[in-house]
């Protein structure tokens, strides 16, 4: 019985490529491959038909199977592509075996359903567990990628760092905001930190909450902090929460930080141009003599 | 424009969701980016006290229409454990969590209508409506 339908298969492998293949492409008109070139949809139609049989020729899973959805998906291709290939199979592979036995009971039947989810489940769940594999990948990466943007923390001058804070602030992300801004005063040795939310699009209680609360801990070890980077409409939002940041000094910009910075570090910014200035005049003036 | 779109609030990156979703909105309705910044700021708290308190529950968007006026209502509900101190909240400074206590006499000042339903053990329904000018 086993054998027997395997020979079924195999030996009429034109006949069923050729029905699958008519079917798969009559989907291909209407949804997300659209944008594939015939020629591609074509030789991967093909080539995944090839490795379906080669895994029941083998009754087991293959490498072939293993290539062919890796290259699948660095080519972006979608998974429905695949999922439903192996539907669109099933159905018809089912349908062939039928018509081509002459007694049918329940039993037989039964028989044959078996029999073809066996061959294909195996390769659906292989198919799927690779893309769900490739995203879960990408999905941690990006979350690495992320923390390490998270709160970074730039000494721009001796005892002046600077925390520029870009993008959405969750309350992991907070801690680790604490963490690397105490840290950082404390490696740095910096006088004064600059925490700067340009970036940040929306100022709630819970956000300011964690930057009181790392303004005080800085406070404590011994260092300033300047807020920076409050745009009109977050200065706003915080005015109409009620929100109390009169505990430390605040700044529009992080130019305007940097300057009342080096002021509370005893520095200035001076021209260098005004020298310069002198020696061209001096040149100029001999020159003419 | 008369539509109702939801999203539900479970993890702590659904804050985010609503609050796009919502500046969206509003965007399109037409508000200027200060009153953007108090909406989105207005959801983020809402959506906050879902995801603190009530651990799920959904924030509503509707835009709506009146004789003059355009606007957009915001509708947090949940089947959360109710607040008990309903007069309580709704003064600053006071929380039961540790936080600055500004989240909903904040969220009714930012908003132009602020309505608050909820019952101890029941959940709550808060509604703000925003007013374009």
New interface residues.
């Given amino acids: 019985m086993d054998q027997k339908l395997k020979d079924i298969v195999i030996g009429h492998s034109d006949d069923i490529v050729k029905m699958w293949l008519e079917e798969v492409n009559k989907k291909k008109s209407s949804d997300y491959t659209a944008t594939i070139s015939d020629e591609l949809f074509e030789s991967t139609n093909r080539e995944f038909v090839n490795v379906i049989f080669t895994s029941i020729e083998k009754s087991g899973l293959t490498n072939d199977l293993n290539d062919f959805s890796e290259r699948l998906i660095n080519l972006g291709w979608p998974l429905s592509y695949l999922t439903d290939g192996m539907q669109v199979f099933r159905r018809v592979i089912t349908e062939y075996i039928l018509k081509q036995s002459e007694q049918i009971d329940s039993d037989y039947f039964a028989e044959v359903l078996r029999k073809v989810d066996g061959w294909v489940d195996p390769v659906i769940n292989q198919l799927v567990n690779e893309y769900s594999g490739s995203w879960e990948h990408i999905v941690s990466l990006q979350r690495v990628a992320l923390q390490e943007l998270s709160a970074p923390l730039i000494p721009v001058m001796d005892n002046i760092t600077i925390m520029p804070l870009i993008g ?1 602030i ?2 992991e992300r907070a801690k680790l905001i604490m963490e690397n801004l105490l840290d950082g005063v404390i490696k740095h040795n910096a006088e004064v930190v600059l925490i700067d939310i340009t970036g940040v ?6 956000v ?2 964690h930057i ?1 609360q790392a303004a005080e801990a800085v406070r404590l070890i011994g260092s300033r902090c300047i807020l920076v980077g409050i745009r ?3 200065a ?2 915080i005015v ?4 109390d940041l009169g505990k430390f000094p605040t700044k529009s910009s992080l130019r305007k930080g940097f300057k009342s910075a080096l002021e509370l570090t005893n520095r200035t910014i001076e021209d260098v141009q005004s020298k310069e200035q002198d020696i061209e005049n001096l040149i100029d003036s001999l020159n003419r003599e | 424009m008369d539509f109702q779109s939801c999203v539900n609030i479970k993890k702590e990156w659904d804050i985010v969701g609503a609050r796009q979703l919502g500046r969206d909105i509003a965007r399109k309705i037409g508000f200027g980016t200060v009153d953007q910044a108090r909406i989105a700021t207005a959801i983020s708290e809402l959506a906050r006290n879902i995801y603190l308190y009530a651990g799920t529950g959904k924030i509503c968007f509707e835009a709506i229409e009146d004789m003059n006026h355009k606007g957009l209502r915001i509708v947090a509900m949940d089947d959360g454990p109710g607040i008990k101190e309903l007069s309580q909240v709704m003064e600053d400074g006071f929380s039961t969590s540790g936080g600055l206590g500004a989240g909903l006499p904040g969220v009714k000042r930012l908003m132009d209508d602020f309505d608050i339903q909820s019952e101890d053990g029941k959940g709550t329904e808060i509604k703000a409506v925003k007013w374009l000018r």
């Fill in positions: 959405t969750d309350t699009p929306v100022v709630d209680t819970m300011a909450h009181i009109p409409e977050i706003q939002t109409n929460l009620g929100i």
